[in-house]
């Protein structure tokens, strides 16, 4: 099982930037692709970008191509989610979750981190 813990947003104003992290704990071998969604109030949960853990391959939603990057350093078990340009719609709680090599789900997930950008 893998535990994980994401930091790393706060309140900025828009057009800032900021990079979350999350960090893996457990038995990280059994990881095969982590990812960062958001939720807004109101809203559903959207997926924002994935990565796979061995390779670093990347796949992103197209609302967020070009502006936000995802990332990893398996080193220290992190994931990463550079987040610019921000805007006011992108205040959400932003999660990460992470995904094994048997479910085509994402059945991990972070506590969340709260991003809020004003105008």
């Known amino acids: 099982q893998v535990q994980l813990v994401e930091s790393g947003g706060g309140l900025v104003q828009a057009g800032d930037s900021l990079r979350l992290s999350c960090v893996a704990s457990?038995?990280?071998?059994?990881?095969?692709?982590m990812g960062w969604f958001r939720q807004a109030p109101g809203k559903e949960r959207e997926f924002l970008a994935s990565?796979?853990?061995?390779?670093?391959?990347?796949f992103y939603a197209d609302s967020v191509k070009g502006r936000f990057t995802i990332s990893r350093e398996t080193a220290k078990n992190t994931v990463y989610l550079h987040l610019n340009s921000l805007k006011p719609e992108d205040t959400a709680v932003y999660y990460c979750?992470?995904?094994?090599?048997?479910?085509?789900?994402?059945?991990?997930w972070g506590q969340g981190t709260q991003v809020t950008v004003s105008s």
């Open positions: 979750a992470s995904r094994g090599f048997t479910l085509s789900r994402y059945d991990v």
């Open positions: 457990g038995r990280t071998a059994s990881t095969s692709a």
């Open positions: 990565i796979t853990w061995n390779a670093g391959t990347t």
